[in-house]
């Protein structure tokens, strides 16, 4: 196995120099071996361009694969932005062991009390050899081929490394509560949005105060906040939310009160006024609204009990009416009242590529009682 891993990840190296420890270390990690490479650019000078609002207790530090060899940089309010360390050879960012021993590198040269972790990439949520996180093609070029990176592999990676506050993903579909629930214990926060990111991604010059306190509410706000307005109005909208990662388990058990009851003897799984986020015009549908979900599922009582868990453990979900889309017809949230921005697998009688197989090897499968109902 070790053998068969090796063209994926160069040597361990070490640090060239050692910050002193800080209050908080805040990592993004960009894997742009792929179509996202002229985005890399943007989004740094919207770093640089906010520079002031890093306290010198912060380590604000750049991982980036792009059609270049990777290079990790940081940027301070006096400096700007600096070359820490260049590659000598290309490798793959979403490997795990790769991506781990980069981790490691830029946690050893930069360590802190704290940390955020930002994964900007492309992304298409949990379900095994679809998309899942990242995209590296090994070729130092835009194509959207190459190497991705399944759920279970980014949690063997963050189990390795010290724990994070805030785990943020700048890509699109990750706000999945499949992903929420199996990334739990590795850190207090997710941000993400169930739907599409629009290209441009996060407004990291609204966000950076966000960020370095590690304040995942902050960072949901002003991103949400950003879209629309003059200079992103092409991209319309876009759908967050944050997750506090403590009440997990707790909001897993109100769902157990319901689905085995609901579901028993595989029963149909009603999908039909459910909001959902990526269809491909309805021929492909697995990321479903759960609040939506739940309230046309639920007698009110029930759904009122169900929301008590569910705002718990999703406390911050700004209000958004539609988002750029190139996967979904009509990209506009039908009711947003009971919208609850994160979305949820449902199993179909029609199993699209196995899907409801590889939803058994989810802990959520497990923990939110779907193991009971036989689907």
Known sequence: MLAACHRHHSEEVAPLWKAETGERTVIIYMMAENSMDEYTSLDIEEMVATKSEIPDSVHYVIYKDDTDLPIIQYITDSTGLQDYYVFPQDHYSTDSVQMLQNLRFIIDAFPARHYTLVFWSHASGWIPRHKTLGIDNGQNNRFDTGLRMNISELRWT?????????????????????????LRHVTDWIVGSPAEIPGPGAPYDKIMKGLCDGDAQAVTLAYSAEYPNTRRDLYKGVVLSAIRCSELDNLAQACKEFIPQSFVDRAEVPTHGVQSYCDYYNSETYHFDMGSFFYHLLEEDDYLRWKEAYTAAVPCRPAATRWFARRKSFAVIEDTVHNGAVSMFLPDAVDKPGWNTLFHETEWYHASGWDETGW
């Open 158 to 182: 963050l189990q390795q490394l010290p724990h994070t506050d805030m785990l943020f993903f700048d890509a699109c579909f990750m706000q999945n509560i499949e992903i929420a629930y199996e």
